[in-house]
């Protein structure tokens, strides 16, 4: 059996060396290249957790503000039906006085003109 050619072996292992590289090269760049990708996700999930905990604030503050505007709320509801009932009873009342004054507009014609 023959000794293998040493530039052949040399050949190879420079080969095999060259594609490793290469894997290694492409590796490093798809971990970097996920690092950026994670980094930006993180990011973003930091704006979306101070988005809500903005708004979390918000809602508090406004369900404050509707828990103090509730009972103004309901006076000014309690003062609106009182309203309506005082008109309705000057409705009556004024109804009332003119159904008066126009039986007595007639009376008085009738005294006048002697009928």
Do not use: C
């Not at 594609?19 to 996920?34: G, H, P, Y």
């Not at 979390?56 to 509730?70: A, K």
């Not at 309203?83 to 159904?99: D, E, K």
């Amino acid at each position: 059996m023959a000794p293998p050619d040493d530039n052949y072996i040399h050949q190879q292992i420079g080969t095999l060396t060259a594609k490793v590289d290469m894997l290694i090269e492409a590796t490093r760049r798809q971990e970097e290249k996920s690092d950026v990708s994670r980094s930006s996700m993180h990011r973003r999930l930091d704006e979306v957790v101070d988005r809500v905990s903005k708004v979390e604030t918000s809602i508090v503050t406004v369900q404050e503000d509707v828990s103090e505007m509730r009972p103004v709320t309901d006076d000014v509801k309690r003062w609106k039906l009182m309203g309506l009932g005082a008109l309705g009873m000057i409705g009556i009342a004024g109804m009332a006085m003119g159904v008066t004054f126009a039986d007595a507009i007639r009376r008085i014609g009738a005294v006048v003109l002697g009928k």
